[in-house]
């Protein structure tokens, strides 16, 4: 536990630190999005539903890249 601790301070000097912003930073975008869908008062179906929280977690995949590593 303290490798994962010590990889999150510094993560543009290791993968593992890199790859777990990246998930953090793809779950979080998933849930907000979920959970917008989840409360507007009228019924979308569920495959355009799957396909806004994909495309929100692609498109803060690509904000995590440009922000992090380029």
């Known amino acids: 536990m303290d490798?994962?601790?010590d990889s999150m301070s510094l993560p543009l000097d290791n993968?593992?630190?890199?790859?777990?912003y990246a998930v953090l930073?793809?779950?979080v975008?998933?849930?907000v999005?979920?959970?917008t869908?989840?409360?507007i008062p009228y019924p979308i179906p569920l495959h355009l539903?799957?396909?806004?929280?994909?495309?929100?977690?692609?498109?803060g995949?690509?904000?995590w890249w440009f922000a992090f590593i380029s």
Do not use: A
């Open 49 to 59: 539903k799957n396909s806004f929280v994909g495309l929100s977690v692609y498109i």
């Open 3 to 5: 490798y994962v601790i």
């Open 25 to 27: 930073c793809m779950g």
């Open 37 to 39: 869908l989840r409360f």
């Open 61 to 63: 995949l690509i904000v």
């Open 33 to 35: 999005t979920w959970i």
């Open 15 to 20: 993968l593992l630190g890199m790859l777990l």
């Open 29 to 31: 975008m998933g849930f």
